[in-house]
C-alpha cells in the first residue's frame, strides 16, 4: 500500500537560516511527488513536484527539493527561511500505475522564528 | 487565471441535516476531486471523476456520501443525515487530464469548512 510519512509534527528554524522538513514514501513502483503548503484558513498550494529527470527539483517562493530513491526520501528545502514561511507543509505520493488520488502525510508546521 | 472555487466557505449545520457543498474547477479541466482534512484523519481522498468515465468512489466513507459532477465541470458533493464525525473541511481540486507531465499537477480550492452541532 502506498503512503507517505513525515516524521515531525512541527520544525522551528530562526529566520535566514536553512530548513529542511522531511518526507519519506513508500510506493509499489516509481512514484509522483508533491509538496503542497497550507496557510491559516487556506486550501493547499502546490509549490513542487518530482516526476521524472533531475533528482533536484526546484520550486515556488525558493523552496526545493530533492528525490533520494534508494533512501525513498523527498525531502523540502530552502537556503534561507522567512517568517513568511511559517505555515502547514503537506508531503504527497501518487503512483505511476495510477491516476487518481494523492496520498498525504500528516503535515509538518513550519515555525520560522524572527 | 481563475483558481479553484468552492461554496459555501463555512457551513454550520445540525445532526441529522442534509448538506450539498460545490466546487467549480478551473476552466478546462478535466479531473476533478474532492478530499477531505479533519483532526484525526489529515487529507483524505474521497472521490474523483475524469470527463465521462465512471467516478472512482472508493474513498467515500459510507452511502451517506455521494457527488455529482454536471456537465463536466460543477461538482457537488452531499451529505445526508450528517453526523458530528462529519465535521472537516471539505476541499476540491481539479487538474488537466491526468496522463502526461502537465496533468499531473493538482490545485485545490479554498476548502468548505463544515461545523455539525
Known amino acids: 500500500a502506498q503512503s507517505v510519512a513525515q516524521p515531525e509534527d512541527q520544525v522551528n528554524v530562526a529566520e535566514g537560516n536553512p530548513l529542511t522538513v522531511k518526507c519519506t514514501y513508500s510506493v509499489s513502483g516509481n512514484p509522483y511527488l508533491f509538496w503542497y503548503v497550507q496557510y491559516p484558513n487556506r486550501g493547499l498550494q502546490f509549490l513542487l513536484k518530482y516526476i521524472t529527470g533531475d533528482n533536484l527539483v526546484k520550486g515556488s517562493y525558493g523552496f526545493e527539493a530533492e528525490f533520494n530513491k534508494s533512501q525513498t526520501s523527498f525531502h523540502l528545502k530552502k537556503p534561507s527561511a522567512l517568517v513568511s514561511d511559517s505555515a502547514l507543509y503537506f508531503c504527497?505520493?501518487?503512483?505511476?500505475?495510477?491516476?487518481?488520488?494523492?496520498?498525504f502525510g500528516a503535515g509538518t508546521r513550519l515555525a520560522v522564528h524572527p | 487565471g481563475a483558481g479553484v472555487s468552492q461554496s459555501p466557505s463555512n457551513k454550520v449545520t445540525e445532526k441529522g441535516k442534509d448538506v450539498e457543498l460545490r466546487c467549480d474547477p478551473i476552466?478546462?479541466?478535466?479531473?476533478l476531486y474532492w478530499y477531505r482534512q479533519s483532526l484525526g484523519q489529515g487529507l483524505e481522498f474521497l472521490i474523483y471523476f475524469q470527463g465521462n468515465s465512471a467516478p472512482d468512489k472508493s474513498g467515500l466513507p459510507s452511502d451517506r456520501f455521494s457527488a455529482e459532477r454536471t456537465g463536466g465541470s460543477v461538482s457537488t458533493l452531499t451529505i445526508q443525515r450528517t453526523q458530528q464525525e462529519d465535521s472537516a473541511v471539505y476541499l476540491c481540486?481539479?487538474?488537466?487530464?491526468?496522463?502526461?507531465?502537465?496533468?499531473?499537477?493538482?490545485?485545490f480550492g479554498p476548502g468548505t469548512r463544515l461545523l455539525v452541532l
Open positions: 481540486a481539479s487538474s488537466p487530464h491526468p496522463r502526461g507531465r502537465q496533468g499531473e499537477t493538482q490545485y
Open positions: 504527497a505520493v501518487r503512483d505511476r500505475g495510477g491516476y487518481n488520488k494523492l496520498i
Open positions: 476552466s478546462g479541466h478535466t479531473a
